[in-house]
């Protein structure tokens, strides 16, 4: 099996970007979901309730620097040192660092909404059992090019009649960080601990996909009840429709595309709690 693709998402819920290597840290991939989105009441802001989040690009153009961009409307911002903002994210509460007026003021022209964005300087501001950065839940996602193969047949298969409603869907749907080539359909389900390149992993949960997964990521736009009615109909577990492994890193290192994805010990693993988005 091999790394096939690779991407990181700097500001949670933005565009994703692909990369050929990254450092994974503690917490997650370098500079992967280190910044977000949250409303007047520091709750935070996803696709889920503002699809447009999807569209807006933000790279990492040198350390400490990110650039936001969104119809010629472009923004670079260093790492915030300023006042820590109450924030909530899922229910739970913590701090992190406003990104100040301008960056506000950036996103009310692009979003037309009273919005800030804050910055996670230390991933241990944000109290889980495993440190993660601003991923739902925990630091990275991996997901198979063969599962997505067997999906989508049996979205095919589910609309015989519907050409439309049938039609494929596309891996970016499900905002993977790693995604794996080489393995049978479904595998993954059975992962216990990985390694990519030099980096083991431990598979700790099954993602449980929301309604994020039925946006078409180049325009925010609903593209009909799939994945989510063939994921109900032939991969529910319990309560989670499932596609694609949340995982924590067990030590640090570079992962690059191309490298060999090795099961180190298979086992099963327990369901979420709740969808994500990661």
Avoid at 50 to 79: C, F, K, M, W
Avoid at 127 to 154: C, F, H
Wanted: neutral net charge; hydrophobic residues 40%; proline residues 9%.
């Amino acid at each position: 099996m091999r790394l096939t693709d690779l991407r990181i998402h700097p500001v949670k819920s933005f565009a994703p970007v692909p990369v050929r290597q990254v450092e994974i840290e503690p917490w997650g991939p370098a500079g992967d979901r280190r910044w977000m989105v949250v409303d007047a009441a520091g709750r935070m802001v996803s696709q889920r309730e503002d699809p447009r989040l999807g569209q807006i690009t933000a790279t990492l153009p040198e350390p400490g620097v990110l650039q936001l961009a969104s119809d010629g409307r472009v923004l670079r911002l260093s790492e915030p040192d300023g006042a820590l903002l109450p924030v909530s994210l899922f229910g739970l509460g913590f701090e992190l660092v406003d990104a100040g007026d301008e960056a506000a003021a950036w996103l009310r022209k692009v979003l037309g909404r009273e919005l800030r964005l804050v910055h996670q300087d230390r991933p241990e501001r944000r109290p889980m059992e495993v440190v993660t950065s601003l991923a739902d839940g925990y630091p990275l996602l991996v997901t198979s090019t063969a599962s997505l193969d067997a999906l989508n047949r049996l979205i095919a298969r589910d609309h015989p009649e519907d050409p439309v409603k049938g039609a494929p869907v596309p891996m970016g749907r499900f905002r993977s960080n790693f995604v794996v080539e080489g393995a049978e359909a479904w595998a993954e389900t059975g992962w216990h601990r990985i390694r990519v390149g030099a980096v083991e992993f431990e598979v700790v949960q099954q993602c449980g996909r929301c309604v994020m997964t039925t946006l078409d990521p180049a325009t925010g736009e609903r593209r009909g009840p799939e994945p989510l009615r063939a994921l109900g109909r032939h991969r529910k577990f319990g309560r989670t429709l499932g596609f694609g492994m949340q995982l924590a890193p067990v030590g640090t290192g570079v992962v690059r595309v191309g490298d060999e994805v090795v099961v180190l010990a298979e086992g099963p693993v327990p369901e979420p709690e709740r969808p994500f988005a990661v």
